[in-house]
């Protein structure tokens, strides 16, 4: 079932109702994969203002929290809720293909830039 931008991540049973799993060696910012209500959701894992991994925010429901200045990002679809972010994070697509969790990245319209900033423009913290 991978293909070829697919990244295997292995068996994720033993993920908890409401936790977060970092796999580091994706992408140029690592993917965080989160549980929340029976499924798995995948963004990654760097804040779109403030160059932050998103893993050391807090989940609450569908929300992921920067841990730096509070923007949340919805880790169904990457959406950001407002400011100080500008943009959404690029989504990860979860399937289970004989126990294994892989993640395939999705086109997502929330990470097009949208004119404010975003890593590198005019908002950029650090």
């Known amino acids: 079932m991978s293909g070829e931008d697919s990244h295997i991540l292995g068996n994720l049973d033993d993920l908890d109702e409401g936790s977060m799993r970092v796999f580091e060696d994706i992408g140029d910012y690592g993917i965080v994969v989160c549980k929340v209500n029976g499924e798995l959701f995948s963004l990654e894992d760097n804040c779109s203002h403030a160059d932050t991994p998103l893993s050391e925010g807090r989940l609450r429901s569908y929300n992921l929290t920067c841990p730096l200045h509070g923007t949340s990002f919805d880790v169904r679809t990457g959406e950001h809720s407002g400011p100080p972010a500008y943009q959404g994070v690029p989504c990860f697509r979860i399937n289970i293909d004989d ?3 892989v993640a395939t990245p999705l086109n997502n319209k929330s990470n097009n830039d949208d ?12």
């Open 99 to 101: 126990g294994v969790a």
């Open 115 to 126: 004119g404010y900033g975003g890593i590198g423009g005019m908002f950029q913290t650090r």
